[in-house]
């Protein structure tokens, strides 16, 4: 498969721990995004990047929030002392940047659930 | 206004219908503009690029009017397989990530 891949697909995990989610983008997209998705919404975008380079944040990425993606290639999402409202569904999403806008291909998701 | 806002429904209709969504949007300077299938607990996935007045691909036909800021989505004959969530999406102000609407849900009975 050389679709986007995602893991974990689920997490459980208490408030207050810390989780981290990778995603593997399609091999040849130099541009990556992270979004978050609830039940009944749209995805909400949470941050970019176009090789390593971080360009744009949502207001929506808190401090506890932090993405990387350090040799331009899979990224990790990491949520620090997570809270209830955290739970969603954590999509990534690649695309072959050539021009103002290419086609984006999500991957599976990351389902987060804090208890 | 919202950035992206569809009527969520939902749309039930009967195999063989025709249905329409709307969508308006508030960047008057966008230039593209897109609707996504996403299927229950799927991911989503690109249905319909429109860069112009519209598109058209079989069944389905995306209309944009730039004035009203307004697309909208018509699905003709519709099949049991088209039951799903269609997300009007339109490009950020940086170009790069979107703005998805909450989704319109369908599901098209026997």
């Known amino acids: 498969d050389t679709g986007v891949s995602q893991n974990p697909r689920h997490k459980i995990t208490k408030r207050g721990q810390n989780v981290t989610f990778r995603c593997d983008p399609i091999?040849?997209?130099?541009?990556l995004y992270w979004y978050r998705q609830t039940l009944g919404q749209g995805p909400e975008f949470l941050t970019y990047?176009?090789?390593?380079?971080?360009?744009?944040k949502s207001r929506l990425l808190s401090d506890r929030f932090s993405a990387e993606r350090p040799k331009g290639s899979f990224s990790t999402l990491e949520i620090q002392r997570t809270e209830q409202g955290d739970s969603a569904m954590y999509l990534c999403?690649?695309?072959?940047?050539?021009?103002?806008?290419?086609?984006?291909?999500f991957g599976p998701g990351t389902r987060l659930t804090v208890l | 206004r919202k950035e992206v806002e569809q009527d969520p429904g939902p749309f039930n209709v009967p195999e063989g219908a025709t249905v329409a969504f709307n969508c308006t949007y508030s960047?008057?300077?966008?230039?593209?503009f897109f609707w996504y299938r996403q299927d229950c607990r799927k991911e989503p996935k690109l249905l319909m690029s429109?860069?112009?007045s519209g598109n058209e691909d079989g069944r389905f036909t995306a209309q944009l009017n730039r004035a009203s800021q307004y697309i909208s989505l018509l699905i003709r004959d519709s099949k049991l397989s088209d039951s799903a969530t269609y997300l009007c999406?339109?490009?950020?102000?940086?170009?790069?990530?979107?703005?998805f609407g909450k989704g319109t849900s369908l599901l098209v009975t026997p």
């Open positions: 091999s040849e997209h130099n541009r």
């Open positions: 960047n008057s300077a966008s230039q593209s």
């Open positions: 999406v339109v490009p950020k102000e940086s170009g790069y990530a979107l703005n």
């Open positions: 999403a690649s695309s072959l940047g050539l021009g103002a806008y290419n086609e984006q291909f």
């Open positions: 429109v860069y112009s």
């Open positions: 990047f176009q090789n390593e380079a971080q360009l744009e």
